[in-house]
């Protein structure tokens, strides 16, 4: 037989199904239900996927508030860079911006405290991770993401880049200060 020529019986497929394969078809439906309902619960209930909120924004507009929040409340710079580090206020709206191949400023926050966290990008696709905790955020360009943080331990932080942005990804990485009150 080739695959020119017709098969024997035409209708092959028309088989009864076996008892084993329809087990398997119930157990996987069964099985990507259980998937399905554990992505709302898990979002309630787990303990690491954030919520956050989107808006569109575009990056003179998200420069022009970091910028304010940096004329602010810059408390010292670091690196031969003279990256600001920024110690806003308990409560308040707190700007990173990520962009080739930089987070920009640096933030200094308060244990115990609450933030609206903002970030957004002014070129490609980056990602926030924050190191040791595990918390991973895409950060887009046009796109302002707001999380409300609430940082339980006093640490310095590593912050990298977690999508690949192109030569000096690597390279892309800050702090994020915890400090006691
Ligand atoms: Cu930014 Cu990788």
């Known amino acids: 037989m080739t695959s020119i020529s017709p098969p024997p ?4 497929w028309k088989q009864p199904l076996d008892r084993v394969e329809g087990a398997w078809i119930v157990l996987s439906l069964i099985w990507c239900l259980v998937m399905f309902f554990m992505m709302p619960y898990w979002h309630i209930y787990g303990k690491q ?13 998200f420069t022009k508030k970091t910028q304010a929040m940096v004329d602010k409340y810059t408390v010292r710079t670091e690196t031969d860079l003279n990256i600001p580090v920024v110690h806003p206020p308990a409560g308040s709206d707190v700007y990173l911006i990520a962009r080739l191949w930089q987070w920009w400023p640096m933030i200094e926050l308060e244990e115990g405290k609450s933030y609206r966290l903002h970030l957004s990008s002014m070129d490609y696709l980056h990602g926030f991770s924050l190191q040791p905790e595990n918390i991973n955020i895409e950060v887009h360009p046009g796109y302002e993401h707001i999380l ?4 339980t331990r006093a640490a310095v932080y590593s912050i990298i880049c977690n999508e690949y942005c192109g030569i000096n990804h690597h390279t892309m990485a800050s702090k994020l200060y915890v400090v006691k009150r």
């Open 9 to 12: 019986q035409r209708i092959w």
């Open 49 to 61: 996927n954030l919520s956050n909120e989107a808006y569109r924004t575009t990056p003179e507009a």
């Open 148 to 151: 409300t943080v609430t940082p």
